[in-house]
């Protein structure tokens, strides 16, 4: 397997790492939405920007690029390895609006939940004894 099956393989992965996690802990989350979602919001954003900064740099450390002279002696841009800061990127982002998602679905879930009377316009009954 050649280096560039690998960056594809770790930057594609890098991508859909975060969107899988976040997934799997909203829906933990939405068991119960009144403690748990403020802090999903919250984590999920900050996880999700950490993410993208941190996991491409840390992937790229770990699948470094194989050693090439010409590159080495200054003669050419060497962009071996950026699919892979790209993809971390890419999976940041894609969590920033996976967690947002995940927010809004639970707003309105809530909205659709509530009786109708509180949904609507304001209740117009009249108050008994009068």
Known sequence: MDYDTVELLVGGAL?????VALVFYGTWCLKKPQKRMAWFFFVGLLGSLAYGWFAG?????VFRPPY???????NGLDLRGMIIIGGAMLGGAAGVLT???LCGANLV????????VTRG??????PEGR
């Open 109 to 116: 879930r809530q909205f659709l939940q509530r009786p109708r």
């Open 57 to 61: 740099q840390l992937a790229f450390a």
């Open 68 to 74: 090439d002279e010409y590159f080495a002696g200054g």
């Open 121 to 126: 316009t304001v209740a117009t009954t009249v």
């Open 15 to 19: 991508a859909l790492i975060p969107i």
């Open 99 to 101: 967690s947002m998602v």
